[in-house]
């Protein structure tokens, strides 16, 4: 049996950012236990979030639209200055360029926005850069 769709899109994204490597060994999954390297960057993979299901102007055709953003905070260390956690944030963003296309349970997971990067959060001794990253997946349930 395979995963249900939203399984099948987070496994997706976390293979994704996990493969291009872009904090060696420093990615916290979420709900996965954790312990960051003192003064070491890290990338923070946040639960999904998800739209609700719809079919605008799909509706006869048994299609569903499945919309959300994969949203990872790019962590450094505090005292730093707002580089080298912005730096790690546009690494992050650039991974996911509008029109990257992914394979997610035999559906195509789209990204047809660019990503977006908030502003910067102080977290005791780190500061947090959030990367949006908004997807599309439109499937036959």
Same mark, same amino acid.
């Given at each position: 049996?395979?995963?249900? =769709?939203?399984?099948?899109?987070? #496994?997706?994204?976390? #293979?994704?950012?996990?493969?291009?490597?872009?904090?060696?060994?420093?990615?916290?999954?979420?709900?996965?236990?954790?312990?960051?390297? %003192?003064?070491?960057?890290?990338?923070?993979?946040?639960?999904? /979030?998800?739209?609700?299901? *719809?079919?605008?102007?799909?509706?006869?055709?048994?299609?569903?639209?499945?919309?959300? =953003?994969? +949203?990872?905070?790019? %962590?450094?260390?505090?005292?730093?200055?707002?580089?080298?956690?912005?730096?790690?944030?546009?690494? %992050?963003?650039? /991974?996911?360029?509008?029109?990257?296309? /992914?394979?997610?349970?035999?559906?195509?997971? +789209?990204?047809?926005?660019?990503?977006? =990067? #908030?502003?910067? /959060?102080?977290?005791?001794?780190?500061?947090?850069?959030?990367?949006?990253?908004?997807?599309?997946?439109?499937? *036959? *349930?």
């Amino acid at each position: 049996m395979s995963d249900p =769709i939203d399984v099948a899109i987070q #496994a997706a994204c976390l #293979a994704y950012l996990k493969a291009a490597n872009i904090a060696p060994g420093q990615v916290a999954y979420p709900y996965v236990a954790f312990s960051p390297t %003192v003064g070491t960057p890290y990338l923070d993979a946040r639960p999904v /979030l998800r739209a609700a299901p *719809n079919s605008p102007a799909l509706a006869f055709t048994g299609s569903v639209l499945r919309a959300g =953003i994969f +949203q990872v905070d790019a %962590v450094a260390p505090d005292g730093g200055g707002e580089g080298p956690g912005l730096r790690l944030a546009a690494q %992050v963003a650039a /991974l996911f360029p509008q029109g990257l296309v /992914l394979a997610a349970g035999g559906f195509r997971l +789209q990204f047809n926005h660019v990503p977006t =990067i #908030a502003a910067a /959060l102080k977290d005791a001794a780190w500061v947090r850069f959030p990367v949006s990253i908004p997807y599309l997946l439109i499937s *036959n *349930n």
